[in-house]
Each structure stands twice: as structure tokens, then as C-alpha cells.
Nanobody, 124 residues
Framework: QVQLVESGGGLVQAGDSLRLSCAAS????????MGWFRQAPGVERDFVAA????????YYADSVKGRFTISRDNAKNTAYLQMNSLKPEDTAVYYC?????????????????WGQGTQVTVSS
């Protein structure tokens, strides 16, 4: 079992930045790929970014490419999502997730453990 706790969400204006953190409960965190997803009201949970176990490979949704950066610090059992140039359409609850096995980083069903989510609201 892996418990995940997100933090860092909030209310910001368009063009601002936020950094989300995802703290994992297990020291074997470094064995797993991590992903960030987001869900706005009334829509499905969408892929945002993912990072492999070592941090050497990262993957992004087209909508955030060039603005968001995913990273991880395995010594701290923590993953991050740096969000720059935020837009109102980035408003959503952001979730981090752990993938124990597999290599499909883009789908919700590929992840095994989820955090409770953190709200990000971007005003225009």
C-alpha cells in the first residue's frame, strides 16, 4: 500500500505559478513511476504529466507542454509539478498517482494508488 498526499494548490491569477507536491508514504517510492492528473467539474480525469522511476523520462499532455514541469526527489519520497503561465482552463482538482507496474503513463486505469487531490483555481 502506498499513501499519497498532495499539497500546494490554491487560488492564483492567470500568468502566475504554483508548485504542487506529492509525498509518498513508502521508501520504495523510487521503484515506481508517478503521474499527475486533473479533473474539472463534470469532466473525466485527464492526464497531465508523468515521470519514470528514475526521473530520466518525462511525459506531458499537449495542453501543458512547455508550461508545466514534473520532477521527483526519491530521497524525499516526493514528486513535484511546477506549473507556470497558468491559465483559467488549468482550473481543476489535481491528483498524483503511483504506477506499480506497466508502462502506459497516460491512462487513469494504469495507476494503482491515488492521492486525495488538491484544488487549483486560476482566475482571469
Amino acid at each position: 500500500q502506498v499513501q499519497l498526499v498532495e499539497s500546494g494548490g490554491g487560488l492564483v491569477q492567470a500568468g502566475d505559478s504554483l508548485r504542487l507536491s506529492c509525498a509518498a508514504s513508502r521508501r520504495t517510492f523510487s521503484d515506481y513511476a508517478m503521474g499527475w492528473f486533473r479533473q474539472a467539474p463534470g469532466v473525466e480525469r485527464d492526464f497531465v504529466a508523468a515521470i519514470n522511476w528514475s526521473g530520466a523520462s518525462t511525459y506531458y499532455a499537449d495542453s501543458v507542454k512547455g508550461r508545466f514541469t514534473i520532477s521527483r526527489d526519491n530521497a524525499k519520497n516526493t514528486a513535484y509539478l511546477q506549473m507556470n503561465s497558468l491559465k483559467p482552463e488549468d482550473t481543476a482538482v489535481y491528483y498524483c498517482a503511483v504506477q506499480v507496474r506497466g508502462s502506459n503513463y497516460y491512462t487513469v486505469s494504469s495507476y494503482d494508488y491515488w492521492g486525495q487531490g488538491t484544488q487549483v483555481t486560476v482566475s482571469s
